[in-house]
């Protein structure tokens, strides 16, 4: 399903048919608004959801710095094993 706007009027585009939205029932233009409501809180989602692998690799690269880094004499490292 998808919607362009033509030079008269918007028309939804549902299995290669084209329907004009203003000639739809008030169910199915409600239909549309909440399928394009999801496809953008879908675009949305994922955009989100690329941030926050962007931020977890990021953190774990300066995690890995971290770990790696040689302790000073001053400082002592404790490990425990188990």
């Known amino acids: 399903m998808s919607t362009e706007v033509t030079n008269e009027e918007p028309v939804l585009v549902l299995d290669d048919k084209k329907y004009v939205i203003s000639d739809l029932s008030d169910t199915a233009k409600y239909i549309v608004g909440n399928l394009n409501n999801l496809s953008m809180k879908l675009q ?11 931020a977890q690799e990021g953190l774990t690269a300066r995690l890995k710095e971290e770990v790696e880094k040689v302790p000073e004499e001053s400082e002592e490292v404790i490990v425990e094993e188990e």
């Open 44 to 54: 949305n989602n994922q955009m989100e959801g690329d941030q926050l692998r962007m």
